[in-house]
């Protein structure tokens, strides 16, 4: 017995090192700054992380404490960084939203982010100040589950690919167009790029000739190298600024496994349609022709537009990577297709066996009107009539300070006045559309539906897309519906037995989507409209709950507005 107490601390050690095994710190230094870049063949400035757009993929596991050190070198631009579906449980002021969790990254400053990556899946992360996120700010996290514990699925090799859209004017043109009077739209993007590459066509008329230059290597196609008699999961993930997006592989069935860290039931696409702010995982079997290399493409739809597809090469090894495919790349789906993409989202569906059991009832049902408005002048998309602003002091430091004049205390309405007689099918008639930085205040650990109707933009006869992106949460998907939400009688056709978790949903033409969370994660989260323009146009909300169970707020977070009384001189 005598050597108890030594048995004792050997055991303890040996569990320490057990956790330190599971549960790692991953440590990255990140340099932020602009650099001439071509990735479309287009000569221009993009943000960039350590030289790369797509910045570096944060690989982890289950349980990892993520640190990035992020040095502002913009010179003369504020940034933050948002760290998309990773919950914060415990660090909501790591979110990354600036002025709602944070004050913006000052240019020379460098700043901390330190949070745990609590599940395994596919998530992103991207620039969450004004609209940078279009200029380059973005990349890949992909979280390992813990060892021992399979998924359920089997395959040979990994990939991360970002789809996204590509404008050749810059951030602030485009935000100085949709803040004018009269307004000018960002219009189509010019081009799309898998992985940071997409092709331009240099002999468009207009294009400066000094700027575009087809032959730069930076702008050859994407290749995707693969053996053949392999499955390969692609975790696909879209951080567009407004494309919506179909993706194929030509020849190749895509197996739908994963959505936004959650297990889906199988199902299999020839085109996966894919919305800004979301991901999926698809197996793909190299089961063709070796011989031969196959396109990958990209291809804007749910608006009619100019914009050409993007293309890959599908590389079967020991095909040169450089070799083109001897067909003609695929055109693609229609791009008003709609009823294709809504049978999708109906398809996605949880895995049977990682079912989480949704509340078969909730407590509060909040409605969300997508209105497109006019105000003083000014196009605004709105929010049952009432168009989001952000504050200068984020409303994490307000409210846990008790900084309450810093933003407007009325709350913006759960259902717009004169819903039941509101037309989703006309042009809106703009009344009494205003601008407000009000939240939502959700009773901690209760239950919320949240419906986002869609309904007709000012143009007649449009009904757009909208692809809206809950922070600090996973919501139940437990509805789609075609026409205007009946509170009455839609709630009776919830799937309620084995809907999908996901953080990204979309809301389709003249439709709606029902979304069902639990308030159980302290903080202040925004939730958003995920196409730049849209969310810079006001297109957005944020909900508040058991702010007072947050703890001490550290000092880096502030410094501007109110919160400037927080830091010693």
Request: contains cysteine; charged residues 15%.
């Amino acid at each position: 017995m005598k050597n108890l107490p030594i048995l004792c601390a050997l055991f303890l050690l040996i569990l320490s090192l057990n956790l330190i095994v599971e549960a790692r710190i991953r440590h990255y230094r990140w340099e932020v700054k602009y650099e001439f870049k071509s990735p479309d063949c287009y000569r221009k400035l993009v943000i960039t992380i350590n030289g790369r757009s797509p910045g570096p993929t944060i690989l982890a596991q289950q349980g990892d404490t993520i640190v990035v050190d992020l040095k502002n070198s913009l010179v003369t631009e504020n940034v933050a960084i948002h760290w998309h579906g990773i919950r914060q449980i415990g660090t909501p002021w790591a979110d990354g939203t600036e002025g709602v969790t944070q004050c913006p990254i000052l240019p020379g400053d460098t700043f901390r982010y330190k949070f745990v990556v609590d599940r395994a899946g596919t998530y992103l992360y991207h620039a969450h100040y004004g609209m940078q996120r279009e200029a380059g700010l973005y990349g890949s996290i992909r979280v390992a589950l813990p060892d021992g514990e399979k998924e359920p699925f089997v395959y040979d090799y990994d990939r991360s690919i970002i789809l996204n859209d590509w404008y050749h004017r810059s951030t602030y043109e485009q935000a100085a167009g949709l803040s004018s009077v009269p307004f000018v739209w960002v219009g189509d993007p010019q081009s799309l790029l898998i992985q940071g590459k997409g092709r331009f066509n240099c002999s468009t008329p207009g294009t400066t000739a000094t700027l575009c230059n087809a032959t730069n290597p930076e702008c050859s196609p994407y290749v995707f190298t693969v053996v053949p008699g392999k499955t390969y999961r692609l975790r696909i993930g879209s951080l567009t600024a407004l494309a919506a997006l179909s993706f194929e592989i030509e020849g190749h069935n895509m197996t739908v496994v994963e959505t936004d860290g959650h297990y889906v039931e199988p199902f299999v696409v020839k085109n996966l349609y894919i919305y800004s702010g979301e991901t999926y995982s698809v197996l793909v079997t190299t089961n063709q022709d070796p011989t031969r290399n196959y396109w990958a493409v990209s291809k804007m739809v749910s608006r009619n537009n100019t914009t050409p597809n993007g293309l890959g090469i599908f590389n079967y090894y020991p095909n040169h990577p450089s070799r083109s495919p001897p067909t003609v790349p695929p055109s693609g789906p229609w791009w008003n297709d709609v009823e294709a993409r809504v049978n999708q989202s109906l398809a996605v569906r949880s895995h049977p066996d990682y079912i989480h059991p949704v509340p078969q009832t909730s407590d509060r049902v909040i409605i969300l009107l997508n209105t497109q408005n006019r105000i003083n002048g000014s196009v605004k998309w709105s929010i049952n009539n009432v168009s989001f602003t952000l504050p200068h002091t984020p409303y994490l430091i307000s409210l846990k300070h008790n900084l309450l004049h810093t933003f407007e205390q009325t709350p913006p309405p759960d259902t717009i006045n004169g819903y039941e007689a509101y037309d989703i099918n006309v042009a809106p008639p703009n009344a009494n559309a205003t601008s407000s930085n009000s939240l939502y205040r959700l009773k901690f650990n209760t239950t919320v539906d949240i419906i986002l109707q869609n309904a007709n933009t000012l143009n007649d006869n449009n009904s757009e897309t909208h692809p809206w992106h809950l922070h600090g949460h996973d919501f139940w998907v437990v509805g789609y519906g075609d026409g205007k939400f009946n509170a009455s009688e839609d709630p009776k056709t919830y799937n309620l037995v084995n809907p999908i978790m996901k953080n990204t949903v979309p809301v389709h033409p003249y439709g709606w989507t029902a979304l069902r969370f639990v308030a159980d994660n302290p903080g202040v989260w925004a939730f958003h409209c995920h196409i730049e323009s849209h969310f810079y146009m006001g297109m957005g909300a944020v909900f508040e709950e058991g702010v007072e169970k947050v703890k001490k707020l550290p000092s880096s977070i502030m410094g501007c507005g109110d919160s400037k009384r927080f830091l010693k001189p």
